[in-house]
């Protein structure tokens, strides 16, 4: 008996961030498009033969982005907003825009880019695309083509990967001056994929990964059952051709039972997040359909228990005619870091026995595979993962009784300010004395080549603590003179002693490991490397205390921020442990940025903010799940911050999500000011406004900081003008869309000089 091993797609950075390298390079103007090509081709190949060298019988084609797979699936059909057509959209110019924006003010050319929203509920983010009335498609790229025959030639078995074109819709946006629902196109829109697809097959591909993850939300059966059979009922006359069709994040639920009618040639379930469909689904998916069975986990880094996933395996296998099983990774490895190999000689080895990493999971595959066909051939791997897994549930890392005794214990009195937000309210004005649309930024400022440099010199032993502490006070010292200068009301020190804002936590937080390469694509070419939670988890001194009092004492008059990250983002952008609730991981991440934020207001800091930019992201997939986790979500935000007394003014932070769905659990944060994506979204945020209200003080980004574009005063204006008539104008605050770590001065400087002057502009008209 042989079964099919193979993964739903694998990261694209490479081993040391290879890709990120040189799109920057590129972006740079220090490398052609060629060499962008070229290289990008190399990283590609290198990726399947690794595949290929772990045992996988067929390799993902189609799965490399040089910034994000959703733009590429609108691209390759044509779907470049009117505002894009000005530039090449042959090469990457258009493309590279949609991504970024482009700012050329010597030619003329200053276009946003498009939206960026979260993957699902990961911390990956995708370009949303804008359809229009009437949009034309068209096939505009054959990349998949391409690299499908590029996987080919090199002499693998490889099935091409594409986004399927419900999703597609349901992922996009109407344009603006536009009415139509994008799906309400889908009709025009099948004839393209029919095209790509008939190309597909007349370069010999077999089986095609039509990637339809919505089915794993709440949907209208009706419209999606209907919208399906539309578009798969034409794909099923290419000759040729088999479709494996696929969604992952979630059980399929109810959707299965339409889904598994579909003229299609196989279903792929993801068994780690939807091990609940199992039963359904052999009940109900057709006989002589595949089922491609997601047993290893794509979305996190623990290694898997072997010998449970084979007995799930095996049951599969019974019930199913021989040779209509695959083995498969859960979702793509995306999601996952590279490779453990440089983790060896850094992590300890008890820890690295836990651990499984991309190029890792790809081996899980195969072995899972092997071990249906015939144990024997695998014996020895299945029994060092028994030990590795039997280690990680034994050992004494793991509990720490004194912090689960701690959460046990609270009352609600933990979880509840002292006043309601109209008292507070009162006693901060009198405190901070600040202006009518006060202004400040989201925290972070631009981390340069030299404070890089400083850090890695700190880390590498070549640069003195006390050097380096001199050094970071410098930067520190000239970030709020200046932001002081240019006129901003609640000032921030920087941080440019952190990496990254879960990173630096988890770092001076027990229960934490880190790793060296364990880096994940969060969007374009922006790379986040999350901290492993372990154990339990505590704070064993103070974190930031020293480094807010400094930094408060570089302003005389005007209020720095303490900066911290809230319990559920630092939960979310972490790899977690598995063995216990996440609400209970969340509840010990909140006692220790309570004691921090105890420690800040004795300390003198007088505004505090605590960022949760993930719990929107947080929110599970369906909605009978929702209660749940808001329930615990919005008790550990406050119980992370409700320890100070009424005049300490408590901030937090949200990006990039869709507000409406959680806005009920924004009030119930109980924050005194919330600072928001807005600019990058259309302004969605005033829809949830004039639905919800909203009574404390909130400051809508004015600008996208993800873009390099320095946007104008009168841009700004007119947001902030759309802003007043939904908010009251003394709770309406003036800032950026987010932190500003990823940006150069240059930008920063004027784009906030800019802000500040539509602040300053606001209350001269508020007054007049």
């Known amino acids: 008996m042989s079964i099919k091993s193979t993964v739903l797609g694998f990261p694209r950075m490479g081993s040391d961030r290879q890709l990120k390298k040189l799109v920057e390079k590129f972006w740079a103007g220090k490398a052609t498009e060629q060499e962008l090509v070229e290289g990008s081709k190399q990283l590609r190949a290198d990726h399947w033969a690794l595949q290929k060298q772990h045992g996988l019988t067929e390799v993902p084609a189609g799965d490399f982005s040089y910034y994000d797979h959703v733009l590429d699936a609108a691209f390759a059909v044509g779907i470049i907003p009117e505002r894009y057509q000005q530039l090449d959209t042959a090469g990457t110019q258009a493309y590279f825009a949609m991504a970024r924006g482009l700012q050329n003010k010597s030619i003329g050319i200053d276009v946003p880019s498009l939206e960026m929203k979260k993957w699902f509920d990961t911390n990956y983010h995708f370009m949303v695309p804008e359809v229009a009335d009437n949009q034309k498609f068209v096939l505009h790229s054959t990349k998949v083509v391409d690299e499908f025959k590029e996987a080919r030639a090199l002499g693998y078995t490889a099935r091409p990967v594409v986004l399927g074109p419900v999703s597609l819709l349901a992922l996009s946006k109407t344009a603006k001056g536009s009415s139509t629902k994008p799906l309400e196109q889908l009709a025009s829109l099948v004839p393209v994929y029919v095209e790509l697809l008939g190309q597909l097959a007349a370069a010999g591909a077999e089986w095609v990964q039509m990637d339809e993850p919505v089915l794993a939300l709440d949907l209208d059966a009706a419209v999606y059952k209907a919208a399906f059979e539309q578009a798969y009922s034409e794909f099923a006359k290419i000759d040729g051709l088999k479709y494996l069709l696929t969604s992952y994040f979630n059980r399929l639920g109810e959707n299965l039972a339409w889904a598994a009618t579909l003229p299609v040639h196989g279903i792929h379930l993801d068994l780690v997040r939807g091990s609940d469909d199992l039963d359904t689904a052999l009940a109900t998916i057709p006989e002589d359909k595949i089922i491609s069975a997601g047993l290893i986990n794509g979305r996190n880094i623990w290694k898997a228990n072997l010998g449970q996933q084979l007995a799930v ?82 050992s004494e890392r793991i509990t720490r009784p004194a912090v689960q005794q701690r959460l046990a214990a609270l009352d609600r009195s933990f979880y509840t300010r002292k006043a309601p937000f109209t008292e507070r309210q009162t006693l901060q004005r009198a405190a901070l004395k600040l202006p009518l649309f006060p202004t ?325 008209q508020h007054q007049a």
Not at 380 to 391: D, G, H, I
Not at 705 to 720: C, D, G, K, L, Q
């Open 440 to 764: 400040t930024t989201i925290g972070s400022f631009p981390q340069t080549a030299e404070v890089r440099k400083a850090r890695a010199q700190f880390r590498k032993g070549a640069l003195a603590e006390a050097e380096y502490t001199e050094y970071l006070e410098a930067e520190t010292r000239k970030c709020i003179e200046w932001q002081d200068q240019i006129g901003l009301d609640v000032l921030v020190h920087g941080e440019f002693e952190r990496t990254d804002m879960v990173e630096f936590f988890g770092e001076n937080l027990e229960g934490f490991v880190f790793t060296k390469k364990g880096w994940v694509q969060s969007y374009g070419s922006r790379c986040v490397k999350p901290p492993v939670i372990f154990g339990d988890v505590s704070r064993p001194k103070a974190m930031t205390v020293d480094v807010a009092k400094f930094a408060q004492s570089c302003s005389a008059n005007k209020p720095v921020k303490g900066m911290l990250t809230g319990p559920v983002t630092i939960l979310k952008w972490s790899f977690v442990r598995d063995d216990q609730p996440l609400s209970q991981t969340a509840g010990q991440i909140a006692l220790a940025i309570r004691d921090e934020v105890v420690d800040l207001e004795a300390a003198g800091i007088k505004v505090i903010q605590v960022d949760e930019p993930a719990i929107r992201e947080g929110l599970p997939l369906r909605k009978a799940d929702y209660a749940a986790y808001l329930e615990w979500s919005v008790d550990v935000f406050r119980l992370a911050t409700t320890g100070v007394t009424n005049q300490t003014q408590i901030h937090t932070h949200f990006c990039y999500s869709d507000f409406n769905e959680i806005f009920t659990a924004i009030q119930n944060l109980d924050a005194d000011v919330i600072t928001i994506e807005n600019s990058k979204s259309d302004l969605k945020l005033l829809g949830a406004l004039e639905t919800h209200g909203y009574a404390a003080e909130i400051g809508p980004g004015l600008y996208d900081i993800h873009s390099p574009r320095v946007p104008s005063v009168e841009e700004m204006t007119a947001r902030f003008a759309a802003l007043q008539k939904y908010i009251p104008a003394e709770n309406l605050w003036a800032n950026p869309d987010c932190g500003l770590k990823t940006r150069g001065w240059p930008e920063v400087k004027e784009s906030l000089e800019n802000l500040v002057a539509v602040a300053v502009n606001a209350r001269r």
């Open 313 to 394: 395996l095996n049951k599969i296998i019974s019930a199913r005619t021989p040779g209509r099983v695959w083995v498969s990774s859960s979702c793509s490895l995306l999601h996952s870091p590279h490779s453990l190999q440089p983790e060896v000689g850094h992590l300890d080895e008890e820890t690295l026995g836990w651990l499984s990493f991309a190029e890792e999971k790809v081996e899980e595959v195969a072995t899972l595979a092997a071990a249906a066909a015939d144990p024997t051939t695998v014996q020895a791997k299945l029994q060092v993962n028994a030990a590795n897994v039997a280690s990680r549930k034994s």
